[in-house]
């Protein structure tokens, strides 16, 4: 085959350092737009973008030109930068400094984005740590607690 073709789902979840709750939801919107286009603009389109104020979920689909671990180092810095610089009372805001990014097939896009959507709600019932944990149990993925939360 003379081109590479590639089409490669991913659901991204990290938290706000020592998970804290220091994303405002008056700017929730503003934060999750910046982080679409930050995908957006290394050609990685994200299709939902959501959380609250001590975590992020991006559904997106992977360039085959960039690896995982780049496009998320971008995003994380860019997306630091430009709540620290446009939301001062963030001050000093950081991402924790490991991440969740789990494969996602095309008959899953649709649940997966109204998950999604639907954090505010999700979390009246279940916590970050623990829909974390339920995330990895899903994706057969193991963590150890002495490293996961940082």
């Known amino acids: 085959m003379s081109q590479s073709l590639t089409k490669l789902y991913v659901h991204l979840v990290f938290s706000t350092k020592g998970r804290t709750d220091t994303i405002p939801k008056l700017h929730l919107k503003d934060v ?46 860019s997306s630091t930068k430009y709540i620290n610089k446009n939301n001062g009372i963030f001050n000093p805001f950081c991402w924790q400094n490991g991440y969740g990014a789990f494969s ?39 963590i150890d607690e002495r490293y996961v939360w940082d």
Do not use: M, W
């Open 104 to 142: 996602i097939s095309q008959s899953h896009v649709n649940d997966v984005k109204h998950y999604i959507e639907t954090q505010d709600e999700h979390h009246t019932r279940v916590n970050y740590q623990d829909e974390f944990r339920r995330l990895c149990s899903l994706y057969g993925v193991e």
């Open 32 to 77: 999750h737009a910046y982080v679409a286009e930050i995908f957006n603009q290394h050609n990685s389109p994200a299709i939902c973008v959501g959380g609250t104020a001590n975590h992020i979920h991006i559904l997106f689909a992977l360039n085959k030109n960039i690896s995982l671990s780049e496009i998320i180092r971008i995003v994380k810095s």
